[in-house]
T-cell receptor
Framework: NAGVTQTPKFQVLKTGQSMTLQCAQD?????MYWYRQDPGMGLRLIYY???????DKGEVPNGYNVSRLNKREFSLRLESAAPSQTSVYFC???????????FGAGTRLSVL | RKEVEQDPGPFNVPEGATVAFNCTYS??????FFWYRQDCRKEPKLLMS???SGNEDGRFTAQLNRASQYISLLIRDSKLSDSATYLC???????????FGTGTRLKVLA
């Protein structure tokens, strides 16, 4: 009954370092999303993947890359971390159009 | 105008009170509507979907007003455990896009 699993839960990086946030879902959902949440702002979409093999930019894609490795997994990569990327990152998945999104527990990232 | 707007609150109410939140949206093509609950530093969790006819789940009632482009959430007999931030979420029909409000913070006081 895992749902959406994100790793790691916490991470501290120095400016310029790289890292990959992992996300996996076991609900056989087609679509997967990466969001960031900052204080006083709604969740903002970084990238999404409508189905295996496709990815598209969201509202705030600069500084990030993604890989939809297979139907289950969708990773987010920061190639050269910046302090502006300090945030809470959530992965989500949904079965199809208009359906409910299910969220992972989040990754709290600090870039110093 | 923001695509989805919510009063940030906080709404401080005593236990047992009834409280209502509204959320306005700007895109008339919006098709699906949701209320999510988010506890401090946790992930958003679905509270309820909002249907055109309105829907109720225990102490929670959601309404949709397409003419005025808003949805509402009513919580009756508030419990301490209802303290959280409530996010309004709108999905544009036929698209991937979900627009999140910034949330309304509720504090239920003993």
């Amino acid at each position: 009954n895992a749902g959406v699993t994100q790793t790691p839960k916490f991470q501290v990086l120095k400016t310029g370092q790289s890292m990959t946030l992992q996300c996996a879902q076991d609900m056989n959902h087609n679509s997967m999303y990466w969001y960031r949440q900052d204080p006083g702002m709604g969740l903002r979409l970084i990238y999404y993947s409508a189905s295996e093999g496709t990815t598209d930019k969201g509202e705030v894609p600069n500084g990030y890359n993604v890989s939809r490795l297979n139907k289950r997994e969708f990773s987010l990569r920061l190639e050269s971390a910046a302090p502006s990327q300090t945030s809470v990152y959530f992965c989500a998945s949904r079965r199809g159009e208009g359906n409910i999104q299910y969220f992972g527990a989040g990754t709290r990232l600090s870039v110093l | 105008r923001k695509e989805v707007e919510q009063d940030p609150g906080p709404f401080n109410v005593p236990e047992g009170a009834t409280v209502a939140f509204n959320c306005t949206y700007s895109n008339s093509a919006s098709q699906s509507f949701f209320w999510y609950r988010q506890d401090c530093r946790k992930e958003p969790k679905l509270l309820m979907s909002v249907y055109s006819s309105g829907n109720e789940d225990g102490r929670f009632t959601a309404q949709l007003n397409r003419a005025s482009q808003y949805i509402s959430l009513l919580i009756r007999d508030s419990k301490l455990s209802d303290s959280a931030t409530y996010l309004c979420v709108v999905n544009w029909g036929g698209t991937y896009k979900y627009i999140f409000g910034t949330g309304t913070r509720l504090k239920v006081l003993a």
